[in-house]
């Protein structure tokens, strides 16, 4: 167990729709990563988080959005899904720069 | 941006066969991790190694970060090894880019 949860562990809906996917880092951990995973594109960073504040931006499109919250948990924000959304999302944590990212177990995405 | 390339892309070994897998990156690094995601899907970090050598029972990784490569040694492979095998480098952008992966299936 990495210490980092994500809900929900699986998401079927349709296209348009909007869903949101929460993730709890470790304890104390102040950075916050999102990655998508789908078999044509590999593992690609979305976004970064750190201490509440964006850090870095990768191919994050403009339907998706996220937040880190003052508790630090995050929320990964995806709308006007496409059917090539269907991914597996997962998040990260880490202490900070120079630390190991920590992976929750993903959530599947399933866009119908 | 940076590249990352992951070389075999696909390996199988018999159970108690050593390997070497390789991660070349184009450009200076922040810092470099090895993953293993297993047949489950959870990804499972081995190595945070921007450069030098670890060693971690039967794994070990080495970053020659002046020549942008590094390497995971596995030694006695067991089937519990099979897999994914990333590398991911973190840019000073503080973007983290993944590697392709390689597959590796041991056999028993």
């Known amino acids: 167990d990495s210490g980092v949860t994500q809900t929900p562990k699986h998401l079927i809906t349709a296209t348009g729709q909007r869903v949101t996917l929460r993730c709890s880092p470790r304890?104390?951990?102040?950075?916050v990563y999102w990655y998508q995973q789908s078999l044509d594109q590999g593992l690609q960073f979305l976004i970064q988080y750190y201490n509440g504040e964006e850090r870095a931006k990768g191919n994050i499109l403009e339907r998706f959005s996220a937040q880190q919250f003052p508790d630090l948990h995050s929320e990964l924000n995806l709308s006007s899904l496409e059917l090539g959304d269907s991914a597996l999302y997962f998040c990260?944590?880490?202490?900070?720069?120079?630390?190991?990212?920590?992976f929750g177990a993903g959530t599947r995405l399933s866009v119908l | 941006g940076i590249q990352v390339e992951q070389s075999p892309p696909d390996l199988i070994l018999q159970e108690g066969a050593n390997s070497t897998l390789r991660c070349n990156f184009s450009?200076?690094?922040?810092?470099l991790q090895w993953f293993h995601q297993n047949p489950w899907g959870q990804l499972i970090n081995l190595f945070y190694?921007?450069?030098g050598t670890k060693q971690n029972g039967r794994l070990s990784a080495t970053t020659v970060a002046t020549e942008r490569y590094s390497l995971l040694y596995i030694s006695s492979s067991q089937t519990t090894d099979s897999g994914v095998y990333f590398c991911a480098v973190e840019t000073g952008g503080f973007k983290t880019i993944f590697g392709a992966g390689t597959r590796l299936f041991v056999k028993a």
């Open positions: 990260a944590s880490s202490a900070g720069d120079g630390t190991f990212q920590y």
């Open positions: 304890s104390g951990d102040l950075s």
């Open positions: 190694i921007p450069s």
């Open positions: 450009d200076s690094v922040n810092n």
